[in-house]
């Protein structure tokens, strides 16, 4: 090895530390060192581990169990290779039914190593995929369960060594508790939701909507919205238009894998839940709302992005106000069909 000068030690050992310092973790530590707050994470940093040959740590928040799209959206965030998923966390009342459903999916998965995390409302109502879950006990699940699903959100922020992205699916009242316990978790993660209606309301219509996962509790997401962290949403503007038909959602359907399977299985129990008719055969997905925030913890190139101030308001809208919060919005596709085309490949593949 060619002996290093003093002038050359110091030149390398100089761009190494700057190069550390420029890293996500090196900011915070810097920052630390400095008696300052550390800059929270930004899309730039998680989705830059790409390009350093890592995987993003992820944790997904969710209300499954209501509405079928979160289910489309676990299975598309376990078929994603770019994501290391940490923890997964059942949301908003009915928390050990949403665990069941967690822990039977993952076990088919073959995931048993990611834990799940069950929110503090922890009824056991039957739900509309209860009919799948059947008789599923919860403590044989193989992996992890953690009764105290806040504890267990703020620790695996705290540990990661890189920033984590946090998706969130829901109301967030698990995420409204974790930033009122622990406010220093903002600074090491991002927050990725699928929340409210900025131009655009269900089904593109040109009327803005109180979208579901805002106004079944407003005043969490106020919370969230107030903490100091990046925040990334798709609103319904985006997110309110994906669906499968035709031959692309034929692919899912007709698919042999076993998470598909299941996946079409719970379909099913949750269309047969809402209706008392037996039902045909599905020939299309129900709105796939969450995996579009699942896309966003990987990608914005098929979206254009737009930085908006909205104000979370008590009745449950998302409006634009000079005064409110800078989010990161989904604000249009640039193409959707290319969408719906990763999404059929990520739900398909091997």
């Given at each position: 090895?060619?002996?290093?000068?003093?002038?050359?030690?110091?030149?390398?050992?100089?761009?190494?530390?700057?190069?550390?310092?420029?890293?996500?973790?090196?900011?915070?530590?810097?920052?630390?060192?400095?008696?300052?707050?550390?800059?929270?994470?930004?899309?730039?940093?998680?989705?830059g581990l790409r390009r350093?040959?890592?995987?993003?740590?992820?944790?997904?928040?969710?209300?499954?169990?209501?509405?079928?799209?979160?289910?489309?959206?676990?299975?598309?965030?376990?078929?994603?290779?770019?994501?290391?998923?940490?923890?997964?966390?059942?949301?908003?009342?009915?928390?050990?039914?949403?665990?069941?459903?967690?822990?039977?999916?993952?076990?088919?998965?073959?995931?048993?190593?990611?834990?799940?995390?069950?929110?503090?409302?922890?009824?056991?109502?039957?739900?509309?995929?209860?009919?799948?879950?059947?008789?599923?006990?919860?403590?044989?699940?193989?992996?992890?369960?953690?009764?105290?699903?806040?504890?267990?959100?703020?620790?695996?922020?705290?540990?990661?060594?890189?920033?984590?992205?946090?998706?969130?699916?829901?109301?967030?009242?698990?995420?409204?508790e974790v930033v009122r316990?622990?406010?220093?978790?903002?600074?090491?993660?991002?927050?990725?939701?699928?929340?409210?209606?900025?131009?655009?309301?269900?089904?593109?219509s040109a009327e803005i909507?109180?979208?579901?996962?805002?106004?079944?509790?407003?005043?969490?997401?106020?919370?969230?919205?107030?903490?100091?962290?990046?925040?990334?949403?798709?609103?319904?503007?985006?997110?309110?238009?994906?669906?499968?038909?035709?031959?692309?959602?034929?692919?899912?359907?007709?698919?042999?894998?076993?998470?598909?399977?299941?996946?079409?299985?719970?379909?099913?129990?949750?269309?047969?839940?809402?209706?008392?008719?037996?039902?045909?055969?599905?020939?299309?997905?129900?709105?796939?709302?969450?995996?579009?925030?699942?896309?966003?913890?990987?990608?914005?190139?098929?979206?254009?992005?737009?930085?908006?101030?909205?104000?979370?308001?008590?009745?449950?809208?998302?409006?634009?106000?000079?005064?409110?919060?800078?989010?990161?919005?989904?604000?249009?596709?640039?193409?959707?069909?290319?969408?719906?085309?990763?999404?059929?490949?990520?739900?398909?593949?091997?």
């Open positions: 090895m060619k002996a290093l000068s003093r002038r050359s030690f110091l030149a390398t050992g100089g761009s190494i530390m700057t190069a550390a310092a420029c890293s996500p973790l090196g900011r915070v530590l810097g920052a630390e060192a400095a008696g300052t707050d550390p800059k929270p994470p930004t899309a730039r940093d998680t989705l350093q040959d890592k995987k993003i740590p992820v944790i997904f928040d969710s209300d499954i169990g209501d509405d079928i799209d979160d289910t489309w959206a676990l299975v598309l965030m376990l078929k994603s290779p770019e994501f290391d998923v940490r923890l997964v966390a059942s949301d908003y009342t009915n928390t050990v039914y949403r665990a069941k459903i967690f822990a039977k999916m993952l076990e088919v998965a073959g995931r048993t190593d990611i834990p799940i995390a069950i929110g503090p409302q922890k009824d056991e109502k039957p739900g509309r995929q209860s009919a799948w879950v059947g008789d599923y006990d919860l403590a044989k699940y193989p992996g992890k369960v953690h009764e105290d699903g806040i504890a267990a959100i703020i620790d695996t922020i705290r540990a990661a060594e890189e920033p984590i992205t946090l998706v969130a699916v829901g109301p967030v009242p698990n995420i409204a316990r622990a406010p220093d978790v903002a600074h090491k993660a991002r927050f990725v939701g699928m929340h409210g209606s900025v131009r655009r309301g269900y089904g593109g909507s109180p979208e579901w996962n805002v106004k079944a509790d407003p005043k969490a997401l106020q919370q969230v919205f107030a903490a100091d962290w990046d925040i990334t949403v798709t609103p319904l503007d985006t997110c309110g238009l994906v669906h499968l038909t035709g031959e692309k959602f034929q692919q899912v359907y007709r698919s042999e894998d076993p998470l598909l399977k299941a996946l079409m299985a719970n379909y099913q129990a949750w269309r047969e839940a809402q209706e008392k008719k037996k039902l045909d055969p599905p020939d299309r997905s129900s709105t796939l709302f969450d995996t579009v925030a699942v896309y966003l913890g990987l990608s914005q190139r098929l979206v254009d992005m737009e930085t908006v101030n909205l104000r979370v308001t008590d009745d449950g809208f998302t409006r634009i106000d000079p005064a409110g919060r800078p989010v990161h919005c989904a604000m249009n596709w640039k193409s959707l069909p290319a969408f719906e085309d990763l999404l059929v490949r990520r739900l398909t593949a091997g």
